[in-house]
């Protein structure tokens, strides 16, 4: 079953943390990367981060590095993107995606290899 489902969205005060996860039972092929992107109103969708399914290499943009830690559950399929110390601007639509150019395609060529999106899951950071 293809299908990507994305939970663990929500409001938090600037500072705080949430874990977003990405069920994806249908993708084990280790030619595939799962990442997140978010896309905030107004703006372009954008790449946040990345894994490997191959061998776990993860990749970031450069304004979540330290703060957003992505992993895999393999057991259950699942990908999980950690959120510390949140700050307003993150504030967006997070979109689970996954592409089977790798984990750096999001930071060169943006959505342009991704095979599957998600729904989607609001983060909203404000005070």
């Known amino acids: 079953q293809e299908q990507l489902v994305e939970s663990g969205g929500g409001l938090v005060q600037p500072g705080g943390s949430l874990r977003l996860s990405c069920a994806a039972p249908?993708?084990?092929?280790?030619?595939?990367?799962i990442g997140w992107f978010r896309q905030a109103p107004g703006k372009e969708r954008e790449g946040v981060s990345s894994?490997?399914?191959?061998?776990?290499?993860?990749y970031y943009r450069d304004s979540v590095k330290g703060r957003f830690t992505i992993s895999r559950d393999n057991r259950n399929n699942t990908v999980h993107l950690q959120m510390n110390n949140l700050k307003p601007e993150d504030t967006a639509v997070y979109y689970c995606a996954t592409d089977p150019c790798g984990i750096h395609a999001m930071g060169l060529i943006g959505t342009t290899c991704v095979d599957h999106w998600g729904e989607g899951t609001l983060v909203t950071v404000s005070s």
């Open positions: 249908g993708f084990t092929s280790e030619l595939y990367a």
């Open positions: 894994i490997s399914l191959r061998d776990n290499s993860t």
